[in-house]
């Protein structure tokens, strides 16, 4: 059996991207802040699938929680094939309504730690000459709609960069880039979603599914459906100033409040 690293593993995407790994016969570390909640999701994983599932507790806000799971990916003996960097939030409010420890709390878990996890994972899996990484994004890394969009774009430049540079070791890298997705996401952040219609939502079960095909299609880019395909594609025609308007008037109407 492989192994599979999943980070924010507890819910939304990370969960379903557990969920789906352990069905396929896949043994897993799971990595998220609450210890409970990993024991829970290992046994619930292990019992229904007969995988291993390991529990690593680790704050990625900290550097201490980095490193923990940095050291993990750099085992030799247990070694991971697929590394699922997912941990992140959102933060309510307007550019300066958001206090700078929280942005920089943002940009640390966003992109120090997908820099250094994949820096540890990709290293021990050209050794081997396989493995691969997914680095969750969003489709907000394509219009500019502040530190959060920001953070996300930084996920896809350094992915798709860092896929060029492996190309031919047998190690792959995807960013994935959805949209709106059903999870606690939102609610965490305490953004309500009444204002988002019914169909610019999709399900995480099917957003794995399709960034699984897109990983093994040697895709270093995935936007899982084809409706977030076609606007991003549209985006691309227009005007990268008059895209900042449109992007903060649509996030007012359609984004959390």
């Known amino acids: 059996m492989t192994t599979a ?23 897993l570390v799971l990595v998220a802040r609450d210890t409970k909640r990993l024991r829970e999701q290992a046994t619930e994983l292990h019992d229904r699938h007969g995988i291993e599932a390991e529990v690593l507790t680790a704050d990625l806000s900290t550097d201490a929680g980095i490193e923990a799971v940095a050291t993990r990916l750099g085992e030799r003996r247990h070694p991971v094939d697929l590394l699922i960097n997912n941990a992140g939030f959102g ?24 820099l ?29 709609r502040g530190t959060y969009g920001a953070s996300k774009a930084w996920v896809v430049q350094f992915t798709q960069g860092v896929a060029k540079d492996l190309a031919g070791s047998g190690v792959r890298l995807m960013a994935l880039a959805p949209g709106f997705v059903r999870t606690e996401f939102h609610e ?16 995480a079960d099917k957003v794995v599914a399709a960034a699984l095909d897109d990983l093994s299609r040697g895709k270093s ?37």
């Open 116 to 144: 250094r996890l994949t820096s540890a994972a990709v290293e021990a899996m050209r050794e081997r000459g396989r493995g691969g990484v997914v680095n969750v994004a969003s489709v907000a890394a394509f219009v500019p």
């Open 91 to 114: 933060n309510k409010g307007k550019f300066l309504d958001v206090s700078m420890a929280d942005e920089l709390t943002m940009l640390k878990v966003h992109c120090e730690a997908v």
């Open 188 to 203: 965490r952040a305490g953004m309500g979603t009444d204002n988002i219609p019914n169909w610019m939502w999709l399900d």
């Open 5 to 27: 690293l999943i980070t924010g593993s507890t819910a939304g995407i990370g969960a379903a991207f557990a969920r789906r790994l352990a069905a396929d016969g896949h043994n």
């Open 221 to 257: 880019l995935s936007i899982p459906d084809p409706r977030y395909k076609t606007l991003m594609g549209a985006a691309k025609l227009v005007p990268r100033g008059m895209l900042g308007g449109i992007s903060s008037r649509t996030g007012r109407k359609y984004g959390p409040q």
